[in-house]
């Protein structure tokens, strides 16, 4: 079999080969990031979070047990691209549906194979999150910083947002996501308890909001830079002035900005399944997946909020609630998809405390 080879091409100069896998004619180009997870790449993969970002995973072997079409989280893959070690291209589990290079090419994307992704690993934590862009064998410098200066990742969660609204019937409280980028797996956590959800997309009016009548909203997870979007704002501070609010990752970070906090950039971000967390109201150590490159300062919020989750790793803020009202957000994913479960009664947290937000009401009424 002929074997194309490939570069991820640095914005320094650096560059990286391994062996084309997927689309021949895709060019990936936007930011690099790494995720450590040891399962769950087609998850990572169609997480709209990684939409503008070509990942690295560190596992050393991916496609062992192919991909299954309700195991996406979205109805794409998001990332630009994925490098890998070493890809087995003939899935052992017997229910998959698709080889991994099926997949890349049913989404039109491409993946480096045989990269020496531990060099590749080491080299972001020592520079940061970098630009490149992923071509063939032969590509001259020159283009390759044509393709660099295309990249734009202002204002993406406006690319991955849902462009109408949608319901998922329930029986339960009624949820309006706003969806930056949602996940599957959140719109599953809140079904299966029952919820009556309506999704809503990134541009949704405070006026939007109010009609679809919620017992409780959540900001989903979603891509870019939180600091690019602040036409968003007004909705969330609106949401948080009127209803119990969960914020998970970009949501966060929103109620964050819309609270008067600043959002930073991280230095290589924390992309993985393994982070360990401390929740400062269970008193107990949680381990999270997590997909971030921005975090909250929390400094012009404590009067109002505590720092209720810090990553055990270099205390950043992964969480805030509220002192006195039903908000509470996370810069994890309790969802999961992929990852470890600890997390999940967070969500049985939020739709409790909008139970008892709705029992308190009637009491006054
Ligand atoms: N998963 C997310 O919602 C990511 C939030 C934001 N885009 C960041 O990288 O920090």
Redesign the pocket.
Known sequence: MNQTLGWLWFEDGTKFEGVWLGDPDWRARGEVVFNTAMTGYQEILT?P??YGQIVVLTYPLIGNYGTLEQASESLFMWAEAVIVHRLELEPTRGASLESFDRFLRHYHKAALVGTDTRALTRYLREEGTKRAVLVPDGTSFDEVQQHLAQIDLTR??FQVTTPEAYEIPGSGPRITVID??V?NSILHELSRRGAHVTVLPATASAEAVMASKPDGVVL???????GTIPEVLPTVRHVLDHYPTFG??????LIGLAEGAT?Y??KF?HHGANHPLWDEVQKKVLITS??????VRATPLLDRYRVRFTHLHDDTVEGLEHVSRPILSV?H?PEAGPGPSDSLYLFDEFLGRLTAARQGERHEE
């Not at 989903?220 to 939180?226: H, K, T, V, Y």
Request: with cysteine.
């Open positions: 997480d979070s990684y993406a969660v930056y980028g996940k989903s997870n979603g891509p870019g830079d939180p998970i990752c970009l949501g966060h970070q959002t950039a991280l971000g997590q997909n971030h490159g921005y975090a810069q994913h």
